[in-house]
């Protein structure tokens, strides 16, 4: 793995409830359910968004309108613009950390395939992840229509 992928993906364990080291004190326990659902609000930097909560529905709309808006045909050539990738990054990092339900592990899902797609908007994307990026969106999509 490259040092800048095993950088990315740290936050992602982390944000997954992954621990990895030594301690003599009681191992942590991970909480059992952190369901997502279409109306939650998962904007972790609490930003808002046009004035409102950002929720899981609203970022899945982002995500489908991108794709409509010709995202799709650029996902799969690798042709993101920065606007793309930035809507990809955020939506993923903001979807990550929940459990319990099939909208959360279609979430952890997508949020791995841009991941892996784009793990620095600094590098070149990585199109062997543009089939399992679309197929996310479009899991997503049909968890919050």
Request: net charge negative; proline share 6%.
């Amino acid at each position: 793995m490259r040092a800048k992928g095993a950088i990315a993906l740290l936050p992602l364990l982390v944000a997954s409830g992954v621990t990895v080291g030594c301690s003599s004190g009681a191992v942590p326990v991970a909480p059992v359910s952190n369901p997502l659902s279409c109306d939650r609000v998962v904007d972790q930097d609490n930003t808002g968004y046009l004035g409102g909560p950002l929720t899981a529905g609203r970022e899945i709309a982002l995500l489908t309108g991108l794709e409509q808006a010709g995202g799709a045909a650029r996902i799969s050539a690798g042709k993101l613009d920065a606007a793309d990738r930035s809507t990809l990054d955020l939506v993923g990092v903001d979807l990550l950390g929940y459990s319990g339900s099939k909208l959360a592990g279609d979430a952890t899902a997508f949020a791995q395939a841009e991941l892996g797609y784009s793990a620095n908007s600094a590098d070149p994307v990585d199109t062997s992840y543009a089939q399992p990026l679309e197929s996310g969106i479009a899991a997503l999509a049909k968890d919050c229509p």
